[in-house]
């Protein structure tokens, strides 16, 4: 699969960007809390220059973004590339994750889990 650009997207290429692969306090509860759950996301990974994805999801093709303090950074544009190629893109601002987090790990797992449902019922997993 290429973008538009003619770059090729191959998910196996994926990669850490750095050893503490955590750029935020919020990144690292966040992370911590999924796991917690029991659920098992990679930090930091570049799909595409310039662009990483906070923690992603390989199997269901979600990547969970940690915004800062508002939702309106501009993201636009490697939001649409990476909806293009089928993936779901969740935000959390800060706020959201000091303020309730419980709230936040559960919007994920519910999306990874219809994404897995959909997934298996057009036989991809």
Not at 78 to 105: A, Q, Y
Request: charged fraction near 35%.
């Amino acid at each position: 699969m290429k973008f538009y650009n003619g770059d090729e997207f191959n998910p196996r290429q994926s990669q850490p960007v750095l050893p503490d692969p955590f750029k935020t306090e919020y990144e690292k509860m966040m992370w911590d809390a999924l796991v917690k759950e029991g659920l098992h996301p990679l930090a930091n990974v570049v799909f595409f220059k310039p662009w990483e994805c906070d923690l992603v999801f390989m199997r269901e093709q979600v990547d969970v973004e940690i915004d800062g303090d508002s939702k309106t950074h501009g993201w636009g544009h490697r939001d649409f590339e990476l909806r293009r190629i089928g993936w779901k893109v969740l935000r959390f601002s800060n706020r959201e994750i000091s303020g309730n987090i419980v709230e936040c790990v559960r919007v994920v797992k519910e999306t990874l889990d219809e994404r897995a449902k959909e997934f298996a019922e057009k036989g991809w997993l």
